[in-house]
């Protein structure tokens, strides 16, 4: 007999599996990954590296231009997250509009609004600050529902 715990556990999973599989298949990009809202991947902005992308930071418009797309892989072969795709992001922005480290909403005329947490990691020069997004997602529905399944489990006492 199942558990109440595995059989919320397994619901969960097929309702997440479920509902990244539709996004994946009416794809318009055969390129394009199944990172559960249909997200660019490193291909996708890696191709706009030199581009404008805005950022609406309170009253402010803040222009970010993507600079640079690295892709990197797991540490060991082996490793939990292998199958990952992994990949950083490196935009300039004016030295005088700073962001914090946080989440923005980015706009971009090909890629369209993104939600990135983006953290500035220094300045190039007097005119420019850097920022970095750094970005470790499942591939597919399948890995990420395979993580969700090796994810500890939290136990309340009740």
């Known amino acids: 007999m199942q558990t109440r715990r595995k059989f919320i556990r397994d619901s969960s999973l097929a309702a997440v599996t479920a509902s ?43 222009r970010l231009v993507l600079v640079g797309a690295d892709s990197f892989s797991a540490a060991s072969p082996d490793a939990e997250d292998a199958g ?4 950083s992001l490196r935009f300039i922005g004016p030295v005088q509009q700073p962001l914090e480290q946080d989440t923005y909403r980015l706009d971009h005329r090909r890629l369209g609004r993104l939600e990135i947490f ?13 920022y970095e997004a750094i970005f470790d ?18 136990v309340q006492n009740g």
Not at 118 to 130: E, F, M, R, Y
């Open 20 to 62: 990244m599989a539709p996004a994946a298949a009416l794809a318009h990009d055969p390129r394009s990954r199944a990172h559960g809202l249909n997200e660019p991947g490193f291909e996708q902005f890696a191709g706009q590296v030199n581009t404008p992308f805005f950022v609406q930071a309170g009253p402010q418009l803040v």
């Open 84 to 87: 990952n795709e992994k990949f």
């Open 118 to 130: 983006i953290v500035p990691v220094g300045s190039l020069d007097p005119t420019h600050s850097l």
């Open 137 to 154: 997602r499942p591939l597919d529905a399948a890995g990420l529902a395979m993580q969700l399944s090796l994810a500890p489990r939290r």
